[in-house]
């Protein structure tokens, strides 16, 4: 379940497996603080968006709070390192769903058609929808082990591989 009682997500979980789940420097299976400190440096990924613009690279990291943190996300480009845009920021505890894979209408544009499913997700609240793409598979699922990490201290039971029958923007 979700930590605010939501159901974590639909339609049905699948774990990462062991040769994805990241490792520390001593080759064990890094723990849920460890990637917390990962998601605080932050992951560069590529950005779909949900209007008319184009994906870019955007860097996307995570910002602790009392009340859980945000997930961030800037232009990788931008002189200023981290900015911190309430525009362009998801409350963690506001996540209801994460599709892998190509499932959303950004991914259904002309402009990610290139995009390769195995690289992509999506993290879906009621406000709004991130989509992302990943430089590799490893990455991608590094990035969701990290957010799985944030919200319940463990990966299992986050993620979802099947379609959705409903749409998101």
């Known amino acids: 379940k979700h930590p605010q009682g939501k159901s974590a997500l639909t339609p049905s979980p699948t774990k990462l497996g062991k040769a994805n789940t990241p490792t520390n420097k001593k080759g064990k299976k890094k723990t849920p603080a460890e990637m917390i400190e990962v998601m605080e440096e932050g992951f560069l990924l590529t950005k779909y ?4 613009g184009k994906p870019y690279a955007a860097r996307v990291f995570f910002v602790p709070t009392e009340d859980g943190g945000q997930l961030y996300w800037c232009r990788h480009d931008n002189n200023e390192g981290k900015l911190r845009d ?3 920021c998801i409350d963690v505890l506001s996540i209801t ?3 892998q894979g ?3 209408k950004s991914f259904v544009k002309r402009s990610a058609r290139f995009a390769d499913p195995d690289h992509c997700f ?9 989509d992302l793409e990943a430089p590799s598979k490893q ?8 957010v799985s990490s944030i919200l319940f201290g463990s990966h299992e039971n986050l993620l979802s591989e099947e379609y959705s029958e409903r749409e998101h923007d």
Do not use: H, V, W
């Open 49 to 52: 968006a949900n209007g008319r």
């Open 86 to 88: 309430s525009n362009r």
């Open 97 to 99: 769903e994460i599709y």
């Open 102 to 104: 190509k499932q959303t």
């Open 122 to 130: 999506s993290i879906i609240t009621p406000d709004r929808t991130l």
């Open 139 to 146: 990455q991608r699922d590094n990035f969701l082990y990290g």
